[in-house]
């Protein structure tokens, strides 16, 4: 990709590495709710902060302790081809540009989507694991967890092959190495060529540009939650919790997300963008109707569901603990 362009930052790098979000202004207060997590539990951290975004962003003085380095980057008309659609807008793809744009600051980006918390300090720790060679760092995608042989939705809707196949919410990119691949352009050439099938978009097109091209990190890196939260038999607490699927801790009209999460959301929303959180509550009202009648809807659909969906400990368990038992620990690389 030649046609990204830093356009502005608020500062220059300060450190060798950086944690990197990208956001447009509609998807910043959970850009800056997740920056806000890692520096709660990472105080003393030595990387940067970097929020992108493809036009200037406008946040609250109330976030400035954030400490964010905030860069603009334009892209021209580099992703004028692609897909869009209500979760996936162009800034989707602004992490193909990140190595471009950034690899002249930093060594590793650890780039994360905007529906990331942070739990624990020593975040900075994941830029010293070795990618033994290759461009990026990441965790199989959670379709592959309970089945290791599943082929992916994508890759039946191609006709693809089986492969181990990552997701592309948290990705440790060697800079240097990520450029030198020509990931876009490489991803780019075979989505065309296999007909430009629509699944995951971004992560479909990097896992077709990186099929056999990437190493395997522990899934603390990035606990990947949907619906409701399933049980981690893991003796060591997740490092990232991934929020993927379209329930969203700030917008989960079935209540479907644990309340634990969109508490968090809730009182970030509330004291740094409270505008945002009452479009949210909108939004919630109107997906239920309004009045008494809507409330006795919710609580009823609501109720059911957590029932039906209720997880299951031990089946689940079962399932997960032969992907779970290949890492011995937090480092365990594959």
């Not at 709710?33 to 109330?62: G, K, M, R, Y």
């Not at 004291?271 to 945002?276: A, K, L, M």
């Not at 009648?293 to 109720?303: A, C, K």
């Amino acid at each position: 990709m030649q046609t990204a362009i830093l356009t502005s930052s608020s500062r220059p790098a300060r450190h060798s590495n950086a944690v990197v979000l990208c956001a447009d202004q509609a998807y910043a207060p959970y850009a800056t709710c997740a920056a806000h997590s890692i520096v709660q539990t990472n105080p003393e951290h030595d990387f940067d902060i970097v929020l992108c975004s493809p036009e200037p962003l406008q946040l609250s003085d109330s976030l400035d302790g954030l400490d964010l380095r905030l860069c603009n980057v334009e892209v021209g008309d580099a992703f004028a081809d692609l897909p869009v659609r209500d979760r996936f807008s162009p800034t989707t793809y602004l992490r193909f540009a990140l190595a471009d744009v950034l690899g002249g600051d930093y060594e590793r980006i650890l780039y994360i989507d905007c529906d990331v918390l942070a739990h624990r300090d020593g975040l900075g720790e994941i830029f010293d694991l070795p990618l033994h060679g290759k461009p990026v760092g990441a965790v199989l995608d959670a379709q592959q967890w309970y089945d290791p042989d599943k082929l992916t939705r994508d890759q039946v809707a191609m006709a693809l092959p089986h492969r181990r196949y990552f997701n592309s919410g948290m990705l440790l990119m060697d800079a240097a190495r990520f450029a030198e691949a020509d990931v876009f352009n490489r991803s780019m050439a075979m989505w065309r060529e296999l007909g430009f099938v629509r699944v995951f978009q971004d992560q479909t097109m990097l896992n077709l540009a990186l099929h056999d091209d990437w190493t395997e990190l522990p899934p603390v890196w990035n606990w990947q939650v949907y619906a409701l939260d399933p049980p981690d038999p893991k003796a060591s607490p997740r490092r990232l919790t991934h929020f993927i699927g379209p329930n969203k801790p700030w917008f989960d009209p079935r209540d479907k997300v644990p309340e634990k999460y969109r508490r968090i959301y809730r009182d970030f929303l509330a004291e740094h963008w409270p505008e945002t959180l009452a479009a949210n509550r909108a939004r919630e009202d109107a997906f239920w109707g309004g009045g008494l009648t809507g409330q006795i809807r919710r609580s009823l659909r609501n109720g059911a569901s957590r029932v039906v969906n209720a997880p299951k400990p031990w089946r689940r368990r079962h399932r997960i603990a032969a992907y779970l038992s290949r890492f011995s620990s937090d480092y365990d690389i594959k």
